[in-house]
């Protein structure tokens, strides 16, 4: 067994070091995405209910940003800027810088990028069920995962469309007050999970 792992091990290393997988050269990859998400993004605490899924960031939705990523050979570094819940209340808004790996596969090329973010929560509980709220916006920071494969094609492989998968937790969180009428006032705990899936489209510079 243990010359088995080896051996794999082995040939797992000399797979990534070969040219074809790994790739050459470098360049800038801009690109636009377009895709469905899932938020789990508000807690609410006692006191209040009758708030819809959509209220309490607990919806499906969709997404639409850019990026833009340098790569060198594996190495991939970036920006993105996204936007959630277009049309929706409580819009977001990702401001982030990614980093991970690229490989190449002929003329496919798959990425594993992390993400590290300001996440934005803009128009807080804009619900018919609340009548007034303390605050409209707040700033979270979030780390999240985002892992890609993308087809290049045309004159010289400068035109890409792909797929992305990602995963974003808000790793801190901001307390909101409500209220409700009367006297009948209450907090949302905001920050959560974010999980979706993107179409990806764009030019290799």
């Not at 605490?45 to 990523?69: C, E, P």
């Not at 990702?94 to 490989?103: A, D, P, S």
């Not at 801190?172 to 949302?188: A, H, P, W």
Request: with cysteine.
């Amino acid at each position: 067994m243990r010359k088995l792992l080896q051996t794999c091990l082995a040939l797992s290393l000399a797979l990534l070091a070969s040219p074809a997988v790994a790739g050459d050269g470098s360049g800038i990859d801009l690109t636009l995405h377009y895709g469905l998400d899932k938020y789990d993004a508000v807690g609410l605490k006692s006191g209040v209910g009758g708030i819809s899924n959509s209220g309490q960031l607990k919806d499906t939705s969709t997404n639409l940003g850019a990026t833009a990523i340098y790569w060198s050979g594996m190495p991939e570094f970036g920006v993105i800027g996204e936007i959630g819940r277009p049309g929706k209340n409580g819009t977001t808004t990702l401001l982030g810088v990614l980093g991970g790996l690229g490989f190449d596969l002929g003329g496919f090329r798959l990425e594993a990028l992390g993400e590290l973010g300001a996440h934005r929560y803009g128009d807080l509980l804009t619900d018919s069920a609340v009548v007034t709220r303390s605050s409209s916006e707040a700033w979270l920071v979030s780390v999240g995962l985002r892992p890609g494969l993308t087809l290049h094609f045309g004159p010289g492989g400068k035109l890409l469309v792909g797929v992305w998968a990602f995963a974003r937790w808000d790793v801190t969180s901001r307390d909101v007050k409500v209220n409700l009428g009367g006297n009948n006032d209450s907090t949302y705990k905001l920050g959560g999970t974010q999980f979706g899936a993107s179409l990806r489209a764009g030019f290799r510079l």
